[in-house]
């Protein structure tokens, strides 16, 4: 009885949370017909800021998988002062709102800042642009990569390495034909979460983008955007669109993650 | 000499690791590095390896100084207790990686691989991945893989102590054949003594980073250099007492010490097996009561108690328990039949302190 009730308030529990609103925003999305769905889908604005998620996501991405690596191994390999203190500030982004994130790089990079200056002699412009929009979506994403492989580089521990230098590789090859290797599923889990994270960010990018059609307008601000201006079929449908690529991309994984074991055990 | 090791030191911080330890090692020699752990034995193994850097001393490998080299040029297999396989590689790749490393043809790559499989029994096991193998297969890939390229030297890191006792045995037996057959120079670091007697042709006994003692499985159970060594390998009774007159008096017990001058403090040893016990009270001088009987599978120990409150272990056989009825709580009779000085610091021991006892009492009835 007692288990029938807990897994029937788990179930209502999903389905106010989850099904429910999914399922709304479908039958939304196609109120007007599948026609009024493609033309909002297909809208310039909105092929724009599907075009420019998918940029910022892609350099995002890039980035964090560098940089992520670089720090975990220091984090975890490096025994320096302040190792402690990096190390608890990596998980800053979580807990600090995304507006309260965009607000800053807004107070760093304004024209009368020397970082602004700076920039604005040279000619680059880096708030109401590109660079502010990846900067800030770097900040929301950047604990991800990092937190996936620094428990990986710990469990993995420093015997295979040197297993491998004592079969003569040199320092490099060491990186790249076992360090990486090793660290493969953290590198997928890293850039799943990074990939959705970067796709639905919205705060951050909403204050230092100046949400300037055709130019700064990610998908998240489109979305935002036709909910304002009462386009709600335009709305809805690309918050349709948003939704299927994350489930696109959490099928993904779990078919990597099903192939992988595919793998393992047919070797048995 | 294939490995010569001189004065080497280690520190990691303010902590001592390795003090000043020299040693060599024949070619085509088994050794054994034993010592409980923290004794510094794995880091003496590291620094040959060149995976540790000696804070000083000087490390030869076939008369060539290599403490420049890195680990890469020293031409050693080196095997890791928990087996460091590449767990994204299979079996043939995990052995041919060394070889890969050092640029081998592939058509010499497949048949030094193919000999490798058969030589430790993993023939089938070729395309398996180390998460689908046994303990013991994973140690084995593990040492193939380190042989592969032909190394000058292996080193093993407690190459047995993540696997369970039974297979344990079975890779002891093992490793002793693999060595009598390719007859490779081989170091290994146990804190096992059982398996550093079994295996190694010599053994260093190591402690707080010093060398205590090397020599052969015999010579460093008979003739211990030091108390430690005494007290490491294998059980030993030892108490302590004062010369006087020629003689230690230790309760009840007097150990001759007729080359010992009075008034010096000593430490008696001697092996469970010199201490005869019988039923019969009267049988032996000295009277004890039986606290303790433990059964080890070849023979019996018993924990006796003498009247002054000393603890004694004795090590009885089968034949002989069987015929006596012993119960713990009962009266006992016992002799001490050969005992040892202990080497201690600054006491240096005539040769002849070793010897029979005369005044354990009669070893007849």
Redesign the interface.
């Known amino acids: 009885m007692i288990r029938r009730l807990f897994i029937g308030s788990v179930c209502f529990y999903f389905a106010l949370l989850l099904i429910g609103p999914i399922l709304y925003l479908a039958v939304q999305s196609f109120d007007e017909g599948i026609a009024a769905f493609w033309r909002e889908v297909t809208r310039p604005e909105a092929l724009h800021g599907f075009m420019l998620t998918l940029e910022i996501t892609a350099i995002v991405l890039v980035m964090n998988l560098v940089f992520g690596t670089i720090t975990a191994l220091v984090l975890v390999r490096q025994h320096f002062a302040g190792r402690t203190v990096l190390s608890g500030l990596i998980d800053l982004p979580f807990s600090v709102s995304p507006v309260i994130a965009g607000f800053m790089l807004i107070l760093l990079f304004g024209p009368e800042t020397i970082l602004g200056t700076f920039f604005g002699t040279l000619g680059v412009k880096v708030l109401f642009a590109m660079p502010a929009m990846v900067l800030a979506t770097l900040f929301a994403t950047f604990p991800f990569v990092v937190r996936e492989l620094t428990p990986l580089l710990q469990t993995i521990g420093t015997?295979?390495e040197?297993?491998?230098?004592?079969?003569?590789?040199?320092e490099w090859?060491v990186f790249l034909?076992?360090t990486l290797?090793?660290l493969?599923w953290g590198f997928v889990y890293g850039a799943t979460l990074t990939v959705a994270r970067a796709i639905g960010e919205f705060g951050a990018v909403l204050v230092v983008s100046g949400n300037i059609l055709m130019l700064t307008q990610t998908a998240t601000l489109h979305i935002y955007q036709s909910y304002v201006d009462f386009n709600y079929v335009g709305a809805n449908a690309v918050a349709l669109t948003l939704l299927a690529v994350s489930f696109a991309i959490l099928a993904l994984l779990e078919l990597a993650k099903a192939k992988a074991a595919a793998t393992?055990t047919s070797?048995? | 000499m294939k490995i010569e090791v001189r004065g080497l030191t280690k520190q990691f911080g303010s902590v001592q690791a390795v003090s000043d330890v020299s040693f060599t090692v024949k070619e085509g020699e088994l050794l054994g590095l034993l010592g409980p752990s923290g004794s510094g034995k794995t880091t003496v193994l590291r620094l040959i390896a060149g995976l540790e850097t000696p804070s000083g001393g000087d490390i030869y490998i076939d008369g060539k100084r290599v403490n420049d080299l890195s680990v890469q040029d020293r031409n050693i297999g080196f095997v890791f207790q928990h087996y460091a396989l590449f767990k994204h590689l299979t079996v043939f790749e995990n052995i041919a990686f060394g070889l890969k490393i050092k640029k081998w043809k592939p058509a010499e790559i497949e048949p030094r691989v193919a000999e490798l499989l058969s030589l430790m029994s993993l023939d089938a096991l070729e395309q398996r991945y180390p998460h689908q193998l046994s303990g013991g297969q994973r140690q084995r890939v593990a040492i193939a893989r380190s042989l592969a390229p032909r190394p000058s030297v292996l080193l093993l890191d407690e190459p047995f102590g993540a696997v369970d006792a039974k297979v344990r045995q079975e890779l002891r037996e093992w490793l002793i054949r693999l060595h009598d057959r390719l007859n490779v120079t081989s170091l290994f670091v146990t804190h096992d003594q059982e398996e550093a007697m079994e295996v190694s042709g010599r053994i260093i006994v190591f402690s707080k980073g010093k060398l205590e003692q090397i020599g052969s499985p015999a010579e460093v159970y008979e003739e211990p250099a030091t108390e430690f060594v005494a007290r490491f390998i294998g059980a030993m009774n030892i108490l302590e007492g004062q010369v006087l007159n020629g003689i230690v008096k230790i309760g009840s017990l007097k150990f001759p010490a007729p080359n010992i001058s009075d008034h010096v403090h000593v430490k008696v040893g001697f092996r469970p097996y010199y201490v005869k016990v019988a039923e019969d009270p009267h049988r032996y001088r000295q009277p004890a009561t039986l606290r303790h009987i433990y059964f080890l599978g070849v023979a019996y120990r018993l924990e006796i108690e003498t009247e002054e409150g000393l603890i004694l272990r004795s090590r009885m056989n089968k034949e002989e328990f069987r015929q006596y009825r012993l119960e713990v709580g009962q009266p006992v009779s016992f002799a001490v039949t050969h005992f040892r000085f202990l080497p201690q610091e600054g006491i240096s021991f005539p040769s002849s302190a070793s010897s029979q006892l005369f005044d354990a009492g009669p070893l007849t009835p």
């Not at chain 1, 230098?165 to 040199?170: D, K, S, V």
């Open positions: 015997d295979t040197e297993a491998a230098r004592t079969l003569g590789a040199n090859q034909k076992v290797p090793m493969r393992l070797a048995n």
